[in-house]
């Protein structure tokens, strides 16, 4: 019975996340608090990364996050960033419970389409909803009716 009810449990997530959130992958795993997530950071604003220290200084004003990160160095594809409210020596966030709600939903599936990945050493992991075989079809099904 118990059975059951779990996976009743799990294609109404699936649904919801697919055809209601539109997502495209289930996130498994937790945080393991290794902190990597804060000292590597890309920023996005009004559709693209932030590239220019210029650009940066002027998001500082629209959120207190902006105002946490430091920059590191320069990438082809942006400025990365650090969280100097990172414990460099813990590797856990000093303002936790008070921390953006970014952080708190870190990480989501969007940062792959930033280009982005979630390290190797990252506690948490992305799962396709749906199978190859199962997008497959839905192609052909779609070719089909037209
Ligand atoms: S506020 Fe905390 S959780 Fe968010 S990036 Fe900084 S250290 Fe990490
Ligand atoms: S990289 Fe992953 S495991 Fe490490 S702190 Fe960030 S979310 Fe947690």
Do not use: W
């Amino acid at each position: 019975m118990f059975l059951k009810i779990t996976s009743i449990y799990e294609k109404l997530k699936t649904f919801f996340l697919l055809k209601v959130l539109r997502k495209k992958y289930r996130r498994t795993g937790t945080c393991k608090g290794c902190g990597r997530c804060c000292r590597e950071i890309f920023v996005k604003h009004a559709g693209g990364v932030i590239k220019e220290e210029d650009e940066y200084n002027r998001l500082k004003k629209l959120h207190p996050f902006y105002s946490y990160l430091k920059i590191r160095y320069k990438h082809e594809d942006g400025l990365v960033f650090e969280c100097i409210k990172l414990d460099k020596e813990t590797g856990k966030c000093t303002i936790y419970k008070n921390r953006a709600l970014l952080c708190k939903l870190y990480p989501q599936e969007e940062i792959f389409m930033l280009g982005g990945v979630i390290s190797d050493e990252c506690g948490y992991s992305f799962i396709p909803l749906e199978t190859f075989e199962e997008v497959l079809q839905k192609v052909n099904r779609k070719v089909q009716t037209h």
